[in-house]
């Protein structure tokens, strides 16, 4: 854990900090909200440096759906005519 995110609007009074890395000490027994939360997207990533290790996967592409793929719906001509209502009477 790099400590960033909880250096960003203050210095987290919970993070003890080492000279290789750091710690939360409340991480196990309750983070507030706010550290449950972060990063929400890659952009919270960005802010701290880039130096977290937490990663998002990489989007995946948009596939074009084939003709073959795409759902058919297909009104029956006997739900929809007078006759079956002529017929239910």
Known sequence: MCG???RIAFDCPFLKVFETH???????IG???PCQAFPI???DIDDV????????PEPSK????????LPVWNRSP???SR???????
């Open 4 to 6: 960033n995110c909880c």
């Open 22 to 28: 750091s710690l939360c000490r409340i991480y196990h």
């Open 31 to 33: 983070r507030p909200a």
């Open 41 to 43: 997207d890659q952009r």
């Open 49 to 56: 440096g880039g130096a977290c290790s937490f990663s998002f």
């Open 62 to 69: 948009p596939r074009r759906l084939s003709p073959n793929d």
């Open 78 to 80: 006997a739900v929809y």
């Open 83 to 89: 006759e079956a209502e002529i017929e239910d009477s």
